[in-house]
């Protein structure tokens, strides 16, 4: 298990925990996109600026993401290149979810999130919202 990596996640979910809109535009990398995969097979790809528009209306609402990480189990990293990627498995409200983060490593140390590969039960309601949201 690469702790250095392992670390660099607790940051991100600890910036997301705390709604430091700051520290999360700083770890997401320009080319970051989150690809949400359901059970049924529907997908849903969204960028940095979705997730920063999100965070700062959640921010601006006084709304969080969560209260805690106490849920979250690293299963394996795993670095390739000048990226590395770590496996984690959450359950909130019962709901089982999987996730495959990929990290930028450059000069050195873990920089900026890439990817994120989300594995849940059921995309229905954030379709609905996204298509509302598009109007």
């Not at 997908?43 to 959640?58: E, N, P, S």
């Not at 969560?66 to 979250?72: F, R």
């Not at 909130?92 to 873990?110: F, K, L, N, P």
Request: charged share 30%.
């Amino acid at each position: 298990m690469d702790e250095a990596l392992v670390g660099r996640m607790r940051e991100y979910l600890a910036a997301g925990l705390e709604m430091d809109v700051e520290t999360l535009d700083a770890l997401y990398d320009p080319e970051f996109e989150n690809v949400r995969v359901d059970e049924a097979g529907q997908v849903v790809v969204l960028t940095k600026a979705d997730f920063m528009t999100r965070f700062r209306g959640l921010r601006e609402r006084g709304a969080r993401v969560g209260d805690s990480t106490d849920d979250v189990r690293f299963v394996a990293t795993s670095r390739h290149g000048d990226q590395g990627t770590v496996v984690m498995y959450r359950e909130e409200g019962g709901i089982q979810a999987r996730y495959s983060y990929v990290w930028r490593w450059e000069g050195g140390r873990w920089t900026t999130l890439l990817r994120e590969f989300t594995f849940e039960k059921d995309l229905s309601g954030l379709l609905r919202m996204i298509a509302a949201a598009r109007g």
